[in-house]
């Protein structure tokens, strides 16, 4: 077996002690205890030295054409209608060279921080056209060196109210759109806004992702419905959900019956907490809601979960850099996950249970999974949730494609 790299006393999450990998062909072809006779392989080797080497991480609910838009508009109110409203003005002015610009900023630096794989929404309505679009699809290729990027074509606006939305989001598709979706609370009718997207996901056989049950009103759930639709379309397994802040304020019980029904129809949600942390429960004057989905209780009860950055540096969320083990550490701490335990279950929702969310399957730390991975500078999960270390070395199909290395001086009185 010829390996493309040979990873060595590496700590594995999920292992006691160190270990040693080989990685063939875009693979990891073989995983050994690090006192094991090494391959004689003449590959190349990478001398782990007792760092955490981890899946790659997957931000499987981002905005690329969004982002960065902060310094031409900074939030006044910092309210979701102010978002709606300033954004839909400056998407008038968006171009593909400047979505390209950056969207390639957010791209490269994703790299960097180990992200390996991402689904990127896409605004397609009245106003943008189809610029964010025909931005990004260039870059789906010139990024795959270091980065899986799926586009979910996406619309933000609605689409009852706008009837030119539906063929555009069908001319997207055709153009090479991975996935379908929209932001169903919206349109004025959520629930045949949900019936043309899935009508356009059986139409182009694609997956569908849904902004869900993210505004705190007394607007009833609309996730029976989506769950409702998933089963009579034959869409188990094809359907994922971000936001859904709105099941942070369900009663327990009422929580677990939707679970079952989520487990059920294996449909995904992903938390998206620098987002949801900012805009949610802004009208509660005391005892202010954290307006997080709970996805701990979800994953309890075996409901596929994971986390997401969402938006960096614009109305919608005004923080941020991209860096999805920032966010991850920013759940746990949130969602109070202080053990051992959920450290582990934490990291699996930015890198193998995300990779789920998104369909991408064989994602993980074993043999013949892909060897899309990321070596931290800490040993323990613990420490990599709890810190977001700087310095990572991150591999995609086997080979080495971004290093960060933190050099740091001190400079003592005298000296």
């Known amino acids: 077996m010829t390996a493309d790299l040979q990873i060595t006393n590496a700590h594995l999450p999920d292992r006691d002690g160190l270990w040693n990998l080989v990685l063939s062909q875009g693979t990891i072809a073989a995983i050994a205890p690090a006192a094991s006779k090494p391959s004689p392989d003449p590959s190349p080797t990478l001398d782990a030295s007792g760092d955490l080497l981890i899946p790659g991480l997957v931000d499987g609910h981002i905005h690329l054409d969004k982002a960065l838009l902060l310094d031409r508009h900074p939030a006044r109110l910092g309210t979701f209608a102010e978002a709606m409203a300033e954004t839909l003005r400056l998407k008038q002015g968006f171009t593909v060279d400047d979505i390209q610009a950056r969207a390639r900023r957010v791209l490269e630096r994703a790299i960097g921080f180990g992200i390996t794989a991402m689904r990127s929404h896409v605004e397609v309505d009245p106003t943008a056209g189809l610029r964010s679009l025909e931005a990004l699809l260039p870059l789906r290729?010139?990024?795959?060196?270091?980065?899986?990027?799926?586009?979910?074509?996406?619309?933000?606006?609605g689409i009852t109210q706008q009837p030119d939305t539906l063929s555009l989001l069908r001319q997207a598709m055709a153009l090479g759109g991975d996935v379908i979706g929209s932001a169903p609370y919206v349109d004025a009718d959520p629930k045949a806004n949900v019936r043309h997207i899935f009508d356009i996901a059986q139409e182009y056989d694609c997956d569908v992702?849904?902004?869900?049950?993210?505004?705190d009103d007394d607007e009833p759930l609309l996730l029976p419905f989506v769950i409702a639709e998933t089963q009579r379309r034959g869409w188990q397994g094809r359907v994922c959900l971000g936001h859904m802040t709105k099941l942070a304020g369900l009663p327990p019980a009422e929580l677990v019956d939707l679970?079952?029904?989520?487990?059920?129809?294996?449909?995904?949600?992903?938390?998206?907490p620098a987002s949801d942390i900012y805009m949610m429960a802004r009208q509660d004057t005391h005892n202010q809601r954290r307006g997080v989905a709970p996805v701990h209780r979800l994953a309890e009860q075996g409901v596929n979960v994971g986390v997401a950055t969402n938006n960096i540096l614009n109305l919608f969320t005004p923080f941020g850099d991209g860096d999805l083990l920032k966010i991850c550490t920013l759940?746990?701490?949130?969602?109070?996950?202080?053990?051992?335990?959920?450290?582990?279950?934490?990291?699996?929702m930015a890198t193998t249970q995300a990779a789920c969310a998104i369909g991408i399957v064989d994602y993980g730390l074993e043999v013949g999974d892909r060897a899309d991975l990321v070596l931290l500078n800490?040993?323990?999960?613990?420490?990599?949730?709890?810190?977001?270390?700087?310095?990572?070395?991150?591999?995609?199909?086997?080979?080495?494609?971004?290093?960060?290395?933190l050099d740091q001086q001190m400079f003592a009185p005298g000296e």
Do not use: M, N
């Open 209 to 215: 992702d849904f902004h869900l049950d993210f505004l």
């Open 259 to 272: 679970a079952a029904a989520l487990r059920d129809t294996q449909i995904s949600i992903l938390a998206l």
């Open 378 to 405: 800490a040993s323990s999960v613990s420490e990599a949730v709890g810190a977001a270390p700087v310095q990572r070395t991150v591999i995609k199909a086997g080979r080495v494609v971004a290093q960060t290395r």
């Open 141 to 157: 290729e010139e990024y795959r060196w270091g980065l899986t990027l799926q586009l979910a074509v996406f619309a933000q606006e």
């Open 331 to 348: 759940l746990a701490q949130v969602l109070q996950l202080g053990t051992t335990i959920s450290h582990q279950r934490c990291l699996a």
